[in-house]
């Protein structure tokens, strides 16, 4: 079965710090996908970024980067000089290849998510 | 383009009634998913749709919950004789299926807040 697991249930910083959520995955699958969404306080859930297991590069995009190691099964998402804006709970979720009808799709495992409070 | 949308927002119900929850995908989107956000239980897959057909129902907790699609866009989850435990957050998503790209990101409807009295 899969599980994710974000250690960090709250997570409160000051703005312009650095802020680390670390996220544990567990499949037994070799081919799947990992990803991260922001839930701000409006309630939608908004893609980061997806990942995929052949993948292992580093990813920056802006002050958000994201460091994915098989060998630890970690992808944690990393927000450089954070701002009052980045206040939201962040989820990480796998996904694996499942196949039914004839197709393969997504079926997303959570986090139970981090709660980030940026302070001005 | 429009996102996903859902409707209502916001239902609010008595225990024993039947409600039905709307979900409208980016257009072109062959995926569809339901999931479930509960404080006790986190964000929980309900079922998943490829066009009209719903190949993967693992999710639904209960024969009280049922789904469908019609012509490839719009769904409807229905909840028979809502109970207090499925007062939650039901969200919706749509997904591209391009050939070739594994599994593609979901993007989410700002989801249906029930609250069942």
């Known amino acids: 079965a899969q599980k994710v697991t974000q250690a960090q249930t709250e997570i409160s910083v000051v703005e312009k710090e650095d802020v680390t959520l670390d996220c544990v995955y567990e499949?037994?699958?070799?081919?799947?996908?990992l990803f991260w969404y922001k839930q701000p306080p409006s309630g939608e859930l908004v893609f980061l970024i997806r990942r995929n297991s052949f993948d292992e590069q580093n990813e920056i995009s802006g002050r958000y980067s994201w460091n994915f190691q098989k060998s630890t099964s970690s992808f944690n998402f990393t927000i450089t000089a954070s701002q009052v804006v980045d206040s939201a709970v962040y989820f990480c979720a796998l996904s694996d290849t499942a196949n039914a009808g004839g197709t393969s799709y997504g079926k997303l495992t959570f986090g139970q998510g981090t709660i980030l409070t940026v302070h001005p | 383009g429009a996102g996903v949308s859902q409707s209502p927002s916001n239902k609010v119900t008595e225990k024993g009634k039947d409600v039905e929850l709307r979900c409208d995908p980016i257009s072109g989107h062959t995926a569809l998913y339901w999931y479930r956000q509960s404080l006790g239980q986190g964000l929980e897959f309900l079922i998943y749709?490829?066009?009209?057909?719903?190949?993967?129902k693992s999710g639904l907790p209960s024969d009280r919950f049922s789904a469908e699609r019609t012509g490839g866009s719009v769904s409807t989850l229905t909840i028979q004789r809502t109970q207090q435990e499925d007062s939650a957050v039901y969200l919706c998503a749509s997904s591209a299926k391009r050939p070739g790209q594994g599994i593609n990101e979901q993007f989410f409807g700002p989801g249906t807040r029930l609250t069942v009295l």
């Open positions: 499949t037994r699958d070799t081919t799947y996908y």
């Open positions: 749709f490829q066009g009209n057909s719903a190949p993967d």
